[in-house]
């Protein structure tokens, strides 16, 4: 059985505000060792359950946080910031199952750090769907047969994969008290507690489905101003719905739809005057 885990920051235990998920930031390093042990707690569980490979892809801003060299010797990492799929590099149908660590709510919802992507996105779509991270990412899953098995962060992260992913294992390792302040457990308790969530969500594996993402999906992403809408409108094959900041792009699969949304992130990443 191999097992795929995409490692965000932002749903780490203890992690309360941009101070320790921003490089530049005093506390930054001591949340890369919060967050690389939280990961060798998932990794450890899986290989105890019974998984003989486990991939972890680094998933937060560079995505190069996870410390190598104090990761679990049995797996293996993807590391760095140009990657095709971002979030979901790596992730094939040769994979039994995934997990997203230490996730986060969308964009304008309650939750610790809540943001999709970037904070120029107010919300992205497939079709009418709103998604967030949580919910791009596992269509991309989906469309390879791979289903979402356990999704760790604060109460409202496990409250918007419940919803997406029926029968979907969630693991709450802090509460939500605002948006930039937390009620956690201890890095030691979250690492218990996860390591039992991890189990339970291996056993229980056969009973979660494959979020399948709609054939030719359209993308719309609504950004915070219409600057941002005009950047990501450089790229080519997109419209701008007349009098709204939507930007939308019909796609020929999932695939190409998170490819585009990546461009077009990045494009309007850098809009002035915000």
Avoid: W
Wanted: contains cysteine.
């Amino acid at each position: 059985m191999k097992l795929y885990l995409s490692v965000d920051m932002e749903g780490i235990t203890g992690l309360p505000d941009y101070t320790f998920v921003s490089a530049s930031m005093h506390n930054y390093e001591r949340a890369r060792k919060i967050m690389t042990d939280e990961t060798n707690y998932v990794v450890d569980a899986a290989f105890q359950s019974g998984c003989a490979e486990v991939l972890v892809n680094d998933s937060h801003m560079k995505m190069n946080n996870i410390l190598i060299d104090q990761l679990h010797p049995e797996a293996e990492l993807i590391t760095g910031g140009i990657k095709t799929y971002s979030m979901v590099h790596g992730l094939d149908d040769s994979f039994s199952g995934a997990m997203f660590i230490g996730y986060h709510t969308r964009a304008g919802m309650p939750g610790v750090m809540s943001h999709s992507m970037i904070h120029m996105v107010r919300n992205f779509y497939i079709n009418d769907t709103q998604l967030g991270e949580i919910g791009m990412n596992a269509m991309v899953a989906g469309y390879h047969g791979v289903p979402v098995l356990l999704v760790s962060g604060d109460d409202e992260t496990a409250k918007e994969a419940e919803e997406l992913i029926p029968n979907i294992t969630t693991a709450v390792v802090k509460e939500a008290v605002s948006r930039s302040a937390t009620k956690s457990l201890t890095p030691k308790k979250a690492g218990e507690l996860l390591q039992g969530k991890v189990k339970q969500a291996i056993e229980n594996r056969h009973q979660v489905k494959p979020l399948l993402p709609p054939d030719n999906p359209v993308l719309k992403i609504e950004f915070v101003n219409y600057g941002a809408a005009e950047l990501a409108h450089m790229m080519p094959g997109t419209e701008i719905i007349p009098g709204t900041t939507i930007v939308t792009y019909q796609a020929k699969d999932i695939l190409e739809a998170y490819r585009a949304l990546l461009v077009m992130i990045e494009l309007a990443y850098y809009t002035q005057y915000a």
